[in-house]
């Protein structure tokens, strides 16, 4: 029997990466979940959030970009990507930073050492270093000792309080603290990655993924602070790019 699809009357079933900080509180996603009666379940463990994704248990997503290449067979396809909170571009950056004392001038010189990530699926500080030293045919857990931090600036803190010796991280939060620049020292860096998306079922209502998006381009940007401020079109072409990098991953880059 046929899957029904979503109605203004079905209640909506949504997941999001808890780590991502939509902004809840804005009076149009307000009208929008009531509209739809969505429910949005957050996660911090991607693992589960994914597996949900891959039985269809829910009605759209907004994840890392990094997750939908574990998703490329499930019936899903993108509708916005969001924008960088502090540069504003439809494309995110990652840095590889260790403390500006540590004698290291690359990340070739930190074979062995402690490198902090968020999660195994965090585009910026676990596939951005599982690709920079894949390029030279390494392979992550290999190369460093490798484990979850805390998340965005917590890389950092934990950097500078020599828990680790190094994290990639995403630019924009980098220099949202300029103190960052200050005590800390960029090695490497990758550019051009592609931002969360959000992501909807294949046979989700045209009505309700024409409202979801509208809604969503509609979101202001110039929230203060915000890891991620508004949204643009869907950026499919930098995310194919980025599966064919995770792709040519020697290994599988993905721990969990």
Same mark, same amino acid.
Request: aromatic content about 16%; some cysteine.
């Given at each position: 029997m046929p899957e029904t699809p979503a109605t203004q009357t079905r209640k909506l079933e949504a997941c999001f990466d808890a780590n991502l900080d939509f902004p809840f509180d804005s009076p149009a996603w307000?009208?929008?979940?009531?509209?739809?009666?969505?429910?949005?379940?957050? #996660?911090? *463990?991607?693992?589960?959030?994914?597996?949900g994704l891959r039985q269809r248990l829910f009605d759209f997503s907004y994840l890392p970009s990094s997750n939908c290449f574990f998703l490329r067979d499930a019936p899903y396809r993108g509708i916005v990507s969001a924008m960088t909170g502090l540069t504003k571009r439809a494309w995110q950056s990652s840095v590889f930073v260790v403390a500006k004392d540590n004698p290291a001038t690359t990340w070739q010189e930190l074979r062995g050492k402690r490198?902090?990530?968020?999660?195994?699926?965090?585009?910026t500080s676990y596939f951005s270093p599982s690709v920079l030293i894949g390029r030279e045919g390494f392979v992550l857990k290999d190369f460093f000792d490798a484990f979850p931090v805390k998340a965005w600036q917590g890389q950092i803190d934990a950097v500078l309080a020599g828990t680790?010796?190094?994290?990639?991280? #995403?630019? *924009?939060?980098?220099?949202?603290?300029?103190?960052n620049a200050q005590r800390t020292k960029i090695l490497a860096r990758l550019d051009d990655l592609p931002t969360p998306p959000f992501i909807v079922r294949n046979d989700l209502d045209e009505a309700i993924v024409t409202e979801l998006k509208q809604m969503l381009l509609g979101l202001p940007g110039?929230?203060?602070?915000?890891?991620?401020?508004?949204?643009?079109?869907?950026q499919d072409a930098r995310m194919q790019r980025w599966f064919a990098d995770l792709a040519a991953l020697p290994g599988l880059a993905h721990a969990a």
């Open positions: 307000g009208k929008f979940a009531s509209d739809t009666h969505c429910s949005v379940t957050s #996660y911090t *463990d991607l693992d589960i959030l994914t597996t490198l902090g990530y968020i999660n195994t699926y965090c585009t680790i010796d190094a994290t990639m991280v #995403y630019e *924009d939060v980098w220099l949202a603290e300029p103190g110039g929230e203060k602070g915000a890891l991620y401020a508004g949204f643009t079109d869907y």
